[in-house]
């Protein structure tokens, strides 16, 4: 799940020629900023789970839930998240 400007920014090259040359000589940096990404996406599925929402555990890159809350999808896309279903 994200918002319609992070996916953006993640399709952006710019910042890939940055991380790219950084990352194999900053291995602290590196080791920061997956930190970061799995901090994040614990809180994400902390904060679903805790909802209506049923979240499965997960070892990947993304997250995966069920629901019985009607229109989900419709509803998420109205205030920008757009996901998978």
Request: net charge positive; hydrophobic share 35%.
């Amino acid at each position: 799940m994200g918002t319609i400007e992070l996916i953006q920014n993640l399709n952006d090259k710019s910042h890939q020629k940055h991380t790219g040359k950084e990352l194999p000589q900053n291995p602290a940096y590196m080791r920061r900023n997956v930190g970061r990404v799995i901090a994040e996406k614990e809180h994400v599925w902390k904060t679903l789970n805790e909802s209506a929402m049923h979240m499965y555990p997960s070892t990947t890159n993304f997250l995966l839930a069920k629901t019985d809350i009607p229109d989900l999808s419709r509803k998420l896309d109205d205030i920008g998240i757009q996901f998978l279903s």
